[in-house]
């Protein structure tokens, strides 16, 4: 797929970014607030850690085996896989976990300990989404063919009813980034 390209009227943007990076910055120092995550995301991100691994070592060394327990082991191993994924990899991937960068690059990888491939997320999010935001064929984060997340997608008789199975496609995206987005997204990005 094709991306295609967006135009920005940099001088506009820049002093737009200017102002609000500035407002941003005099709104912590008031605050008297850290732009990094505090003790409590910190611990946050300790205990999702442990909702993931102690349920996944219980299946491992057999402690678990009933198939009741062990869908109740992967229920809470995907508590722990979401905090993961949205309270410490996305966080360090801004660079926003710790004031050390390698710390913050070490904890954006464990989406790899997760299955998935860090660096694919990095374009996708960081570069694509936070360029385009909600901009339809340019923000990945809403452009597919299974839900309609714009205006200027034509309506479907497949987008009628998204808003009661959306919730089960969103459970699936876990499995299609593993089996082949990452890997789509690994070959397409290496072509650009």
């Not at 102002?19 to 008297?32: P, T």
């Not at 205990?47 to 062990?70: E, H, K, Q, R, W």
């Not at 710390?103 to 989406?111: A, C, Q, T």
């Amino acid at each position: 797929m094709d991306m295609p390209t967006a135009k920005f009227n940099t001088k506009e943007q820049s002093e737009f970014f200017k102002d609000l990076s500035k407002r941003v910055n005099v709104y912590f120092k008031s605050n008297n607030l850290s732009k990094k995550a505090n003790f409590s995301v910190k611990l946050k991100g300790f205990l999702v850690f442990f909702l993931y691994i102690i349920p996944f070592s219980m299946m491992l060394f057999g402690v678990v085996s009933s198939p009741l327990l062990v869908l109740i082991m992967w229920a809470i191993m995907s508590i722990g896989m979401v905090g993961i994924g949205f309270g410490i990899m996305h966080d360090s991937n801004h660079g926003a976990y710790s004031q050390n960068r390698s710390i913050n690059k070490f904890l954006g990888r464990s989406f790899n300990f997760l299955g998935s491939f860090d660096i694919t997320w990095r374009v996708q999010h960081n570069v694509l989404h936070h360029t385009y935001p909600n901009v339809h064929d340019l923000d990945e984060d809403i452009t597919n063919e299974v839900m309609r997340f714009s205006p200027t997608v034509d309506q479907k008789k497949r987008y009628r009813f998204q808003e009661y199975f959306g919730l089960f496609l969103y459970g699936l995206l876990t499995l299609h980034r593993l089996i082949t987005k990452d890997f789509e997204q690994l070959f397409r990005y290496n072509k650009q």
